[in-house]
């Protein structure tokens, strides 16, 4: 991927303004250097001319000890790692006054556990969206946003945010042309931090790039207020008997049931419906996995073709440097 | 740039973008409005690279029209409604302006200019031009325009305010103008959910800027004719407002109002402020009435950007006992390589004083037809805007007057800053301006021009033995004028000029 002058510049700049940094901010992004989220939040900090924390990897007792009073007024974390957080004692104990904001990034928060995180570090929070490596931040879900949700407004927590400024952002079909609103769409974005292509791979750029608009296989659709709701990577979508669903929706239900700490659903082949649903659970420690009630809990809120045919139970969920669920590794176990 | 409407038309599309003293106009609504002008405009002409001028006052139109502009590619040409009908006429030539929007007073003005190439004046508020703006309105379909631009493109072609000499024409790329808006909403720390007023004219940068940052960031920019004491005091009293941007005497004038010293500034997060450094005692009466952030703000606006900020931070660690930060311009804002340097380029010492040069993405690409001006202040990618300053050991940065303002008395350089700083420090002193006039013994003299505190009298010999204490006796002013006010530009900088040839 091709970074322009004008694509690191830009997009420097729009972390700073959609991340609120000043230059008197101590901040640490627990993004990988090689990773967008890590190496963009320390070119803040030398443009903006703040302080940057930089930690070989993340780990959960230091991260901890920094983010208490007296260490960084600003982090970056993705949500599984602020869950591991607050299941360390000194965490449970600690003083976080002087910390001012979590964004976190790479997937979506759960509401319980953006409500413990809140609870514990009493600080603004904000979701950072975007196709990163390609076309930088997409959306921005605000700390304002957030104090809307804890107000009544739960389903905002479930929301990617709105443009973030600079960004020019449609949802599109298959054809580029524009979906009504509530339709889901793929994301497509015009602006100065968008990549120029693929280094050497004409044909392959061409595919995402179209006329300075970049599609990048993300799925959403926006409500009656403007706020947008990821549906999942195009390319997960599954297709069950010519009927489209969207995993991401499956996910919200079952991440909702007491027993369940993190899913991910994936389409696996079958003979008969092209597609089946396959939910894999690491569940709540402690808690046990109760296949008729958890199937239950989904039917009366999915459509009956939605709820997962099988159900796989795992210690834990592949995941990429950047904390976000590898799901072709889950097919590709699947398949095998 | 021209995205940045349409964009929030979208996302934001019941915010209110523009607030008046009467009314209200949503994204939404704005971005109708500008679609509605820029396709009046396209009907009569006007396509990518035509200059379109303004010469009017400050109204929600008016920006409306910078935005109209952005969308057809056009470069807007923003007047000082100051100008004197002559001087309109060869800035009208100069921009080879094809459209002119203006306001109803200065229709006399308008209807006497002779400019080849003028398709069409636009009255904002009567039918006196050949069209009105309301006609543009009703008339005009809401279509989207996108014109392709590049960073290259000239955006606007603003003059300078010719405090010196007569007016310029600054071009601003598409990149510089972007990359001033990001100064700004980064300096400023702006959110997409404040509101905000700026009380420079929108035809200077400085107010031009807030207006376009509120519509590039998204957040609601209050617009007032123009500043009025008794206005901007019951709109800041209305707690309504989170920032604001005026010069120091402003701020000084609104002191004075009853009610703005009894109201309730929980919401009100900063006050910005430039053009002019602000005097301790201001200072403090300013943070104790609004407890708030202050921000100064320096720049060469028309032609480098933002060049230095005073952070709030800055300001407590001054409030804290480092007093001689107030007199401070603060250190480099973002993205701005600064050096001060000698006649050659060279850079001076710290503590030295040195012209302050600059390069960042926010410098202009040059003077419209006048190469060899430009030459003079471009120097590989350089500004040099003839602004003098020093840098103390920990790298803040003081003015020290105009080069063209230091006085030459007897060979020994003079910096009119280092002895009004003197002078505003005495009690009957409110204001002072500090220039050299033409003297046949030295070369030239220091005469300082004071404008007394109301009621305080005056003591020549008072003032003069106050300087000596604190001045080299070559610095101490051979003549003192009083003065009921100081002659000051739209942006609120002393015209030394005028002072000069009194």
Not at chain 1, 174 to 200: F, K, N, P, Q
Not at chain 2, 41 to 51: E, I, P, Q, S, T
């Amino acid at each position: 991927m091709v970074h322009s002058h004008g694509f690191g510049k830009h997009l420097a700049r729009h972390s700073i303004i959609s991340a609120r940094l000043a230059n008197t901010s101590f901040f640490y992004s627990a993004g990988p250097h090689f990773h967008i989220a890590g190496m963009y939040f320390l070119l803040c900090g030398i443009a903006r001319g703040y302080t940057s924390l930089v930690l070989p990897a993340f780990d959960v007792p230091t991260v901890a000890r920094w983010t208490t009073r007296g260490g960084v007024d600003g982090v970056f974390l993705v949500p599984t790692m602020i869950d591991s957080l607050l299941a360390d004692p000194e965490v449970q104990r600690a003083d976080f006054s002087g910390l001012r904001a979590i964004a976190y990034g790479g997937s979506s928060m759960s509401p319980g556990l953006l409500r413990r995180a809140m609870d514990r570090f009493g600080c603004e929070f904000s979701n950072m969206f975007g196709a990163g490596t390609e076309a930088g931040i997409q959306t921005v879900l605000t700390p304002e946003d957030h104090r809307l949700a804890l107000a009544g407004n739960e389903h905002l927590l479930g929301s990617i945010g709105k443009p973030a400024m600079g960004v020019d952002l449609k949802l599109c079909d298959d054809d580029l042309v524009e979906v009504a609103d509530g339709e889901v769409g793929e994301i497509v974005t015009r602006s100065d931090a968008v990549m120029d292509g693929y280094l050497g791979q004409p044909e392959e750029t061409a595919k995402v790039l179209v006329d300075g608009w970049f599609r990048g296989g993300d799925l959403a659709y926006r409500d009656k207020d403007g706020y947008l709701y990821l549906a999942g990577r195009k390319k997960d979508m599954i297709i069950r008997g010519g009927e489209n669903i969207y995993p991401i929706e499956i996910e919200d239900v079952l991440s909702k049931h007491p027993s369940v700490r993190e899913v991910a659903v994936v389409g696996v082949p079958d003979e008969h419906w092209g597609e089946i649903v396959r939910a894999y659970v690491v569940l709540e420690s402690g808690a046990a996995f109760d296949e008729a009630e958890v199937r239950e809990h989904c039917r009366g809120r999915l459509a009956g073709y939605k709820i997962p045919s099988t159900f796989v139970v795992q210690d834990e969920l592949p995941r990429n440097a950047s904390g976000k669920v590898l799901k072709r590794v889950l097919r590709d176990g699947a398949v095998r | 740039m021209a995205d940045w409407i349409r964009i929030h038309a979208r996302n934001l599309p019941d915010r209110r973008c523009f607030v008046t003293d009467t009314g209200a106009t949503t994204f939404r609504e704005v971005n109708s409005r500008v679609n509605c002008v820029a396709n009046e405009l396209a009907r009569m002409g006007v396509g990518k690279g035509d200059r379109v001028a303004l010469f009017a006052t400050d109204s929600p139109e008016y920006v409306e029209t910078l935005l109209a502009c952005m969308k057809l590619g056009a470069v807007y040409v923003p007047l000082n409604f100051r100008l004197a009908q002559p001087e309109l006429q060869m800035l009208l030539r100069t921009a080879e302006a094809k459209v002119l929007f203006f306001s109803d007073r200065y229709t006399d003005m308008v209807r006497a200019v002779d400019v080849p190439g003028l398709v069409a004046t636009i009255s904002y508020d009567s039918s006196s031009g050949d069209h009105s703006y309301s006609d543009l309105l009703a008339r005009g379909a809401d279509v989207e325009i996108d014109t392709e631009v590049s960073d290259e493109d000239m955006v606007c072609l603003a003059f300078t305010s010719g405090t010196t000499a007569l007016p310029k024409g600054v071009i601003h790329s598409q990149r510089m103008a972007k990359h001033m808006v990001m100064q700004c909403i980064i300096e400023r720390r702006m959110t997409s959910t404040n509101f905000h007023y700026s009380a420079a004219p929108l035809f200077h940068v400085g107010g031009m800027l807030y207006a376009l940052s509120g519509v590039a960031r998204g957040h609601t920019s209050l617009i007032l004719p123009a500043f009025d004491v008794d206005v901007v005091a019951r709109w800041l009293a209305s707690g309504e407002l989170d920032g604001v941007f005026l010069v120091p005497t402003m701020i000084d004038s609104l002191l004075q109002v009853e009610a703005v010293r009894t109201a309730d500034y929980s919401r009100l997060q900063s006050i910005a402020y430039g053009a002019a450094p602000m005097s301790p005692a201001l200072l403090r009466r300013a943070m104790d009435v609004f407890s708030c952030d202050f921000l100064n703000m320096f720049g060469a606006g028309t032609e480098a950007g933002l060049q230095t900020v005073l952070t709030p931070e800055d300001h407590r660690l001054a409030l804290a006992g480092q007093e001689h930060l107030l007199g401070s311009i603060g250190k480099p804002g973002m993205g701005v390589d600064l050096r001060l340097c000698d006649d050659d380029l060279v850079e001076v010492a710290d503590g030295e004083v040195g012209e302050i040069v600059t390069r960042s993405d926010a410098v202009m690409d040059g003077y419209l037809g006048q190469p060899e001006e430009t030459a003079k202040v471009l120097v590989d990618g350089w500004f040099r805007g003839g602004d003098l300053a020093y840098r103390d050991k920990d790298g803040y940065l003081y003015l020290a007057g105009r080069k063209k303002d230091m006085i030459i008395r007897g060979g020994e350089n003079i910096y009119p800053i280092e002895i009004e700083d003197v002078l505003s420090k005495h009690p009957s002193v409110r204001e002072v301006a500090v220039v050299g006039v033409p003297d046949e013994h030295w070369g030239e003299i220091v005469r300082a021009h004071v404008v007394l505190e109301p009621g305080a009298a005056f003591d020549e010999a008072d003032l003069r033995g106050y300087c000596r204490e604190r001045l080299a006796g070559y610095k101490v002013p051979a003549i003192f004028a009083v003065e009921d006010d100081l002659p000051r530009n739209a942006s609120g900088k002393v015209l030394k000029r005028d002072l000069r040839t009194r």
